[in-house]
DNA sequence: CTTGACTCTGTACTTAGGTACAAGGTTTAT
DNA sequence: ATAAACCTTGTACCTAAGTACAGAGTCAAG
């Protein structure tokens, strides 16, 4: 298999080379050999690593966490209920943005019914409850 | 009613001193008076302003869209159906959120289901997919 | 009348996750 | 052999919503 360039790189894992370079500093790709000419040379593997971290980072696992998770992987202390640990915490936070989009959601639907949807926008019952609604 | 200056201000909206500056700047809170030495000089006005602006926070709204808010009631032309619009749209976009992240919750449930809970890392199904998984 | 608490402006820093140069060196295709 | 296309490093910039100074001026209590 041949190496890579960086720029193929960037096009086989679809994403920005400026963002290998940012993931190499943040220490979530390992360092790549280099040629003659300082030019990277890649792996497959790198393109895996990436796929990877685009995929964790669609379940909402933030760059910090997704380094934790690599070096779980790498630990050979490491068993499959610490990354089902993360993975439990991970569903316990996705859990509780929804419950507080859904109460965002329940309270502008309530004054948007109290809405008639005409009338001078200073008398509308959403800004009014914005000014004043307690609690 | 006393004027406050901007650390009585600060305690009565509950906000740090330097949002309040912040928010001048941003004109989301109109520019005070002054006193001789140049302090400002709020009214209690300026603390309903504050809590309109933390509570359309609360449901989501961002600076700029509560600038947009407070604007729509200046103007005389605005109805409460221009009002009502905004509200409407918030309701999408926080129905849209509340879609990804169930998506990503049914994935994680999914992941950690297989994974039983013992054995190395290195094998554990949810690395496994993170690595693999396609679409 | 001094001391401590407050306020002023302006600028820089923060987090997260990148993106965008500039100035130079390398490779590749013609 | 030369031009286009690529790569290098380092640094600065971006959004959002603030926070944290520094250095100077002001106010209130004792």
């Known amino acids: 298999m041949e190496s890579l360039t960086v720029g193929q790189l960037a096009k086989k894992a679809e994403v920005n080379i400026e963002t290998i ?4 500093r943040r220490g979530l790709i390992p ?3 280099r040629r003659e000419s300082g ?3 890649y792996t497959q ?5 990436i796929q990877f971290i685009k995929r964790a ?6 760059l910090r966490e997704i ?11 490491t068993t499959c209920g610490d990354v089902k640990k993360r993975a439990d915490i991970k569903i316990a936070e996705i859990e509780e943005k929804i419950r507080i989009l859904r109460r965002m959601k329940r309270t502008l639907i309530t004054l948007t019914m109290e809405c008639k949807g005409s009338g001078p926008g200073r008398e509308c019952p959403i800004l ?3 000014d ?3 609690e």
């Open 128 to 130: 009014e409850a914005l």
């Open 45 to 49: 593997d790198t393109v895996t690593r």
């Open 57 to 62: 980072k669609e379940l909402g696992f933030s």
């Open 21 to 24: 370079r940012y993931y190499e």
């Open 31 to 33: 360092k790549p050999s």
């Open 39 to 41: 030019y990277r040379q």
């Open 132 to 134: 004043s609604e307690k």
């Open 67 to 77: 380094l934790e998770l690599l070096s779980l992987r790498l630990d050979p202390g």
